[in-house]
């Protein structure tokens, strides 16, 4: 079998060094492992985004892909330093909530502790050059995630996103975040075509399925704005919002060729609603 | 011979997983294909600055390069998505115009129609991760390019842009876009350096060739802006701007560690004049 | 033993293909090379910051890493192109004052003038592309240094930024630039942490060494604004600025997920200075 990549997601940005160096740490250890950058543009700090960013993509990589993630605004305090081990892959970084919304099948979870496989002197301020990047080298190169230190029994979480069935057709949700397009990512997901019906299971929290209809459903969101669904972003006429499955099959709030965010002056964490107007064919809302 | 790499071209930007997912999905089903980003900073939905990028970047490639390019605000709309092959290589993306300043020698065009080649569900907002990036993979792996669909005659083509030759003595053109450091890459080329002149050759459209001698000659903008012209960045002065023939060939407005853009208050699509006051010998502007 | 990789640093910004131009030229030259980014996001003509975050990133990359340095914004002046060979490896760029603080221990320079290992024509605006480019791939194949030119004595060197001991207890420096997050690198180190005191070495100029302790020695900016120390990001309080050892050594102005320039208004060039205030024991300031 092929050797699996190192794919590196970061919030260092693309202005600074850091993410560079973390490669030279890692070719200096495993000279052979061919890195990805999955995005070193979360917004800084941006722990939810980062999760979410890292749910999305990992159905996209080859099982066994050593993912090296820092988003890191605690370093230097007592946060710990993991490897996760799931169905995908390997996850390295801070414990702070980074790796939430992988946690729903069997893990495995150990510390990062062994000196042997850290950069010394360990600084308070770099663990992503110190730490991190030589834990994803060293694990490419065979180590055992074990090696690195002892087990321990649950990741730190982020407060779970909103995301459930008001009653029978309502799904409330929230805005996650916006990416560069201005599209507005939610919580509501996730949905797959399936001929001309959406089917929707929640994809955190509690199960939950529902059969959604595009042409008997909207979606609101503020007090009294209603949104229409789209199936893609070109039939969006201009100046106007739509609905959109995107591409990770979470609900989006989009516009064409123009930023949904600014168009409906959107906020993060604002709630959203899709309204199942008609159920079993009766009209209810 | 080596293995031709895979170049990446698309407006996704650095913030957002859409690039290292198109990665993850090239190393899952090639593993050993070697990526490079040509870049992922397009502005959203510029499809003439992606043309020109294209058409200047390609002869710094190896023949039989595989080109992702990945402009594509018509995505889930009707528009094809083909895989283009040229005497450089082979360019695959949405039939939008892309590869405009690509046909002018022998081309082959092919639908990417095959549902063997690309994954399933295909979404209607990420072509690029569902049809575009496993066609280059599955090119690099050597797939045929006619496996992949039936041919078809012509892809689509931009509106090309202005360059002419007005009279003997002015060549008219206009600005197609401004690179990051502010200067105003325009269609007037494509120039290379003969001695002390210019060898003038039209590079899009009717043919047309002159000589152009840069101390008689002078460009305009806007109704009286005259601006000489230097041959590097370093000879002009502060405040002030200069043509300079580009790294590509094509006239630039420049300025010397400033924005050209915004000390001649510039924007696309303006037009700019190459005046050539003397014709052979005698002064005419 | 592996080859080595070549580590890329320019400021051309991610927006127009001229890195990925570069990285086709060399792919060309030398299929099997493995190109890192440094970083491609320096400040347009920032010589200064270039010439730090290349000394303090050297250490991370394997001993004969090849570095293309392109932060040229004297490109078709007579400045010269020169290969540098240090400890480290070998750098490759504008001779323009770059690699300033890489000379510190022996090594040697030769001028890239051979012909033979550049791209013709050699344009007046991209040598990265015609010059710089060929050479690192031409060096990674084996070609010796001394074949692209005749050795010649001293590269050029920057200003160097201010950095001294004023008395016995008060070290001057200066802001040299600020990342991403807002944090000021100050000219003030080299420092390393030994158990509860900080070893000041002077990175640059002339040699010196103190013994700082936290708990007794301040930082002040403009008149009389005092900082006190943090041992990392996540110890500062909210809205409030402390001086950190950053990851290079080098003392840090910072915040906590805030921009420290922001909250204190600071200019790059700005003074600093470290006063110990306690002496042997004594308190002086």
Known sequence: ???????????????DPYVGIMKGVITKISPRANTIDLTQGITPGDLLKGAVVLWQSIPYFPKGTIYLC???????????GIVLET???????????????????KYNVWELKNQSYQLQPVTHTFHGRDIFAPAAAYLWNGVSPKDFGPSIGEPQKLPIPI???????????????????GNAITSIGKFHEEKDTLQFQI????????????NSSVIRIKKNIFIPWAKS??????????????????????????SAERLLNLTRGESIFLINKY???????
């Not at 995301?163 to 397009?181: M, P, V």
Request: some cysteine.
């Open 279 to 285: 159920k079993n064919g009766v009209q209810h809302g």
């Open 203 to 214: 994809w955190i929290g509690t199960e939950g399925k529902r059969v959604i209809h595009r």
């Open 163 to 181: 995301l459930r069935i008001n009653h029978e057709s309502i799904i409330e949700g929230e805005i996650l975040y916006f990416d560069q397009f």
């Open 87 to 105: 169905d995908h892959g390997f996850f390295i970084g801070p414990d702070n909530g980074l790796f939430t919304f992988l946690l729903q099948k």
């Open 70 to 80: 820092v988003i890191d605004p605690g370093v230097g305090s007592p946060r710990k």
């Open 1 to 15: 079998m092929e050797n699996p990549p190192i794919v590196i997601l970061t919030d260092f940005g693309d202005t």
């Open 233 to 258: 972003f070109s039939e969006i006429p201009p100046n106007h919002c739509a609905a959109i499955i995107g591409s990770s099959g979470l609900l989006e709030i989009a516009a064409n060729r123009q």
